[in-house]
């Protein structure tokens, strides 16, 4: 059964970077399309960037294109997510979830998830 830790989310001004990192046990990461998703309150869960597992390949929402950047490490289990130049509007709490595909997919396919990280962007 795999199962996801997240980390790295906190407080920061308009304009600062933060990295969130989303931790693997129980399984390899590397068989999974792993999507990061937020969710800000009153508002539903958003898909916002995603790694396919065939090719690391990347997609990302237009909101944070350009910003924000998913990585993974499958020596270390782990997918990342990098957010530069980080606005008001990107306070969430941040999830990341993997599907056992080759590709990302849509939100309810995804099987597994965190527990997720608030990200507060304010000065």
């Known amino acids: 059964q795999l199962r996801l830790v997240e980390s790295g989310g906190g407080l920061v001004q308009p304009g600062g970077s933060l990295t969130l990192s989303c931790g693997a046990s129980?399984?390899?990461?590397?068989?999974?399309?792993v999507g990061w998703f937020r969710q800000a309150p009153g508002k539903e869960r958003e898909g916002i960037s995603c790694?396919?597992?065939?090719?690391?390949?990347?997609y990302s929402e237009d909101s944070v294109k350009g910003r924000f950047t998913i990585s993974r490490d499958n020596a270390k289990n782990t997918v990342y997510l990098q957010m530069n130049r980080l606005k008001p509007e990107d306070t969430a709490v941040y999830y990341c979830a993997a599907v056992r595909s080759q590709f990302c997919s849509t939100l309810d396919a995804y099987e597994y998830w965190g527990q997720g990280t608030q990200v507060t962007v304010s000065s």
């Open positions: 129980g399984s390899t990461l590397d068989r999974y399309a």
């Open positions: 790694i396919h597992s065939i090719d690391s390949s990347t």
